[in-house]
C-alpha cells in the first residue's frame, strides 16, 4: 500500500470531470436508442435484443481493458491511453448515430459508442482507486455517481430545452422519422465525451508509478493468453464480498435494463394513451420521460452528494439497502400517474436509488479487492452489470407477451418488484471486507 497525496475536493470534481462527458452519452442512449429504433421500424418485444450492444461489449471489453490496464506503464501513464482512445470512439458513434437509415445501421454505430464507452468507463474507475487513498475513495465514487446524475439530467433534459427554450419543432424530423431535436444534443454529447476526458487528465495526471509497481508490471507477460488467465484466475480468487454483490448486482441492474427499455412505452400509455411510435402522443412522451429523466437524475446529484455522510455514518450496505427500497416504490408507482406532474413525485425515489447505484457498490468493493488487481477486478465487476443486461435481453421477449400483456406499465413493476429483491441481497454484505 503506497499514501498517495491528499487530494483537494476541487482536484477531485476536476479528475472525475470526464464521468460527466461519459455518462451525458449514456443519459443519450438511455433517453433515445429505443424511440431511435422504433422510428426505423423496429417492433416494442424486440428492443431488449436490438440494445445488446451494450452488454455484450461491457462484458468482452471491460474486463480485458482492465487487466490491459493493469499491466500497462507508458509515457502518458497506465490508464489514460484507453481514456483517449474510448471518448474517441464514442464521439464518433454520437455523431453518426442521428444519420441512421436503418436498424442495421443504428445496432451497428451502438456497437462503435458502447465499445468507446466500455473502454473508457473501467480503467477511469480505477483511476479513482489509484490515485485516491482508501478514506478518500467515498468522495472519489460518490462524486462519479453526482457527476452521472448531473449529466444523465442534462443530457434528457436538453431535448426539451430546445423546444420549450430555444424555439426547436418538436415535430420536425427527417426522412429517417428521427427528430431535429436528437441531432442536436447528440452532436453536443459527442463534444462533451472528448473535451471532459481531456480537461480531466490535463488537469489531475496520473500518479507515476513506484518502482515497485513498474517492477511488478515488468514482470507481467503481455500476451492475449496471460491477459486471459488473469482475468480467470481473478474470478476464481474473487473475494467472498464481491461474490455476494454479484447477487444484488444481479437483481438490480436486470431492473435497471426493463426500466430504461420500457419506461418511454409506460408513459406513452398511462398518460397519452398511445402505443404508435410516430404518433405526436409517442412524441411527446419521449419529450416528457427526458424532462422526468433529468428530474430524477437531479435528485440522483443530490442524493450522492448527502450520501458521502450517511455512509460515513451507517455503512454503504444500509444506505444502499434503503436506496433500492426507494427505486422500488418510485418504479411501482410511475405507471399509475395518468398526469405528466405525478410522474415527478414517483420518480424521486428512481433518482435515489440511481444516484446510489452508481457510486455506493465501488465504495464497497474497492474495500475488499487486491490493489495490483484494481483494473482486472473492476472490469469483472462490470461483468455483473452487463450479465443480468444480457439475461433481460435473452429472456424478456418470451414472456413480455404471454406474461406480461405486452404492456410497458407491468414491465415497469416487474422492475420495482426485482430493486425490492435486490435490497434483500445487499444486506448480506458485510460492511467489513473481512468479515464476507
Not at 353 to 375: D, E, F, H, N
Not at 399 to 422: H, Q
Request: aromatic letters at 10%; proline letters at 6%; hydrophobic letters at 50%.
Amino acid at each position: 500500500s503506497v499514501k498517495k497525496p491528499h487530494l483537494s475536493l476541487s482536484k477531485i470534481l476536476q479528475m472525475n470531470l470526464g464521468v460527466l462527458g461519459l455518462q451525458f452519452s449514456f443519459g443519450l442512449q438511455q433517453g433515445n436508442m429505443a424511440p431511435i429504433y422504433s422510428y426505423l421500424g423496429a417492433e416494442e418485444a424486440t428492443l431488449p435484443i436490438l440494445q445488446l450492444a451494450g452488454p455484450i461489449t461491457g462484458l468482452l471489453v471491460q474486463p480485458i481493458i482492465g487487466a490491459m490496464s493493469d499491466r500497462t506503464n507508458s509515457r502518458w501513464g497506465r490508464r489514460t491511453p484507453y481514456f483517449i482512445i474510448g471518448a474517441i470512439l464514442c464521439s464518433l458513434g454520437l455523431l453518426f448515430m442521428p444519420l441512421s437509415q436503418s436498424i442495421l445501421m443504428a445496432a451497428s454505430l451502438l456497437w462503435i459508442l458502447d465499445a468507446g464507452n466500455n473502454t473508457t468507463m473501467e480503467p477511469y474507475r480505477a483511476y479513482v482507486s489509484d490515485r485516491l487513498n482508501e478514506d478518500q475513495h467515498n468522495v472519489g465514487f460518490l462524486t462519479q455517481s453526482a457527476f452521472t446524475g448531473l449529466a444523465q439530467c442534462l443530457a434528457l433534459g436538453t431535448p426539451a430545452l430546445l423546444v420549450g427554450l430555444f424555439g426547436v419543432n418538436k415535430d420536425a424530423i427527417g426522412a429517417n422519422n428521427i427528430p431535429d431535436t436528437v441531432y442536436i444534443v447528440f452532436t453536443i454529447g459527442a463534444v462533451l465525451s472528448l473535451s471532459t476526458i481531456l480537461w480531466s487528465i490535463i488537469r489531475v495526471p496520473e500518479l507515476p508509478l513506484t518502482e515497485q509497481q513498474k517492477a511488478e508490471v515488468a514482470a507481467k507477460p503481455k500476451t492475449v493468453r496471460a491477459t486471459l488467465t488473469e482475468i480467470w484466475d481473478s474470478i476464481r480468487e474473487m473475494p467472498a464480498p464481491m461474490r455476494k454483490l454479484g447477487i444484488m448486482m444481479l437483481f438490480q441492474w436486470y431492473a435497471m435494463g426493463i426500466y430504461w427499455t420500457y419506461v418511454t412505452y409506460s408513459i406513452a400509455l398511462s398518460v397519452y394513451n398511445t402505443s404508435e411510435p410516430v404518433s405526436d402522443g409517442f412524441r411527446s412522451a419521449v419529450l416528457t420521460n427526458g424532462t422526468m429523466g433529468a428530474f430524477y437524475n437531479a435528485i440522483a446529484f443530490v442524493a450522492a452528494l448527502a450520501m458521502m455522510p450517511l455512509i460515513r455514518s451507517f455503512g454503504a450496505r444500509k444506505v444502499h439497502a434503503a436506496a433500492l427500497v426507494a427505486g422500488g416504490i418510485g418504479m411501482l408507482a410511475i405507471p399509475q400517474m395518468a398526469e405528466v406532474s405525478m410522474l415527478f413525485p414517483a420518480a424521486i425515489g428512481v433518482g435515489i436509488c440511481w444516484g446510489s447505484i452508481m457510486g455506493t457498490p465501488y465504495v464497497m468493493l474497492a474495500k475488499c479487492i487486491p490493489a495490483q488487481r484494481t483494473g482486472v477486478y473492476m472490469g469483472i465487476f462490470n461483468m455483473m452489470i452487463v450479465i443480468p443486461m444480457l439475461l433481460n435481453a435473452a429472456t424478456f421477449p418470451f414472456y413480455y407477451e404471454p406474461w406480461l400483456g405486452g404492456d410497458a406499465r407491468n414491465a415497469l413493476m416487474l422492475a420495482g418488484v426485482l430493486l425490492m429483491c435486490a435490497a434483500v441481497a445487499v444486506w448480506r454484505v458485510r460492511d467489513d471486507p473481512a468479515a464476507g
